[in-house]
């Protein structure tokens, strides 16, 4: 029986309700090697199968012997990595057996914390940058210092879209850079007939109801256009921090009888959302603390589903959606162009369907899984 080589992926939580992208790629790189996770807390509320990897949990130490002898630890190891003595142990006896292939850590902080580890015994690192780690986070002098170190260290460079580039200053780099999004499953987001027994033209968001994402300014653009389209309905599909706040908004603006909150759903339920959609939204911005996005999952998950997409000018989604051909892009923080865009679909079925063909058929060239996971092994097997 041929022996997978071993790679080890690194988050700090495995998986967190809004980082299902973390699990994916920790599935593909399975396909070709045995992967090891790595974390401080394993969660599963999507019921992912983690059958298939090793789990090793590292706590970090509470007593105050074990805070003493974890700085030793990090010390000694010249490393950022905070574990208990114990916790220090089990990792080690991984590491130094020497056939570890690589690590793969998820977001920048993750990768600046482990990447003393990684060195002090000889193990290439690879980091992904999602968001905010390569936007608002950059604002943190002593994580913004440590960059520069980490990628002359790292064998490999992923950024989820390619405005990272400029933020992160990665051009003395740009030979360890890989530019891989995240992916969707067409195998999973398959056209299901549509047994709505009404009439109307549905809007559909899904994602965190979070600043960067522009909802309730998409709930005032909506009550607008429903004053002249009674035919009209809006489903949000999501949790976060602007929730109450957008709820409290549809009840001011009126029209809250066509306004539908799912809070937080399943990709299940996301998917049966997205194939009742005629119309998909996703106003996503940045924020006043210069959060950002990467490359957004729901606008694949609804182009996968032939559904025509309004979306923004920000961050990766222009890498993806070329306005008129395969949707609509208008800039950040706009509604007029946002309202004059969605209400050009509303009027317009044919330019609905057109969009939606071309958007289908961007996804399936580009941004499946089976793309984005041959693309992800082939950086480990260079390795």
Known sequence: METKEKIIVYNRAFCLISETFVYQQARDLAQNFEVHLLAREFTNPHGFDYSIFNQHLVKRPKSWIGRVAGKAIRTWLNTDFEMGFRSYLRLRKLLKKG???AIHAHFGPNAVEI????RAFDIPLVVTFHGHDASRLLKNESYKKKLPELFEYASGIIIVSRHMIENLELEPWLEKVHVIPCSVDPQKFVIQKNG????AIRIVHSGRIASTKGVPDLV???SELADNYPNIELHIAGDGEELQRTKALARERGHNDKIT?????SQE?????LNGADIFVLNSRTDANGDMEGTPV???????LKKPVVSTIHAGIPDVIQHRKNGLLVPEYANDELKACIERLICDSELREQLGEEAQATVKKSYTNKVMRQRINRIFEEI
């Not at 909150?261 to 759903?265: A, D, L, P, T």
């Open 196 to 199: 709505r027994s009404s009439d």
């Open 99 to 101: 056939d570890i292939g």
């Open 261 to 265: 909150f799912y809070g937080r759903v």
């Open 298 to 304: 729901s606008i694949l998950e609804a182009m996968c």
């Open 269 to 273: 339920q996301v998917r049966d959302l």
């Open 220 to 222: 005032k653009v909506f």
């Open 115 to 118: 990447m003393g580890l990684a």
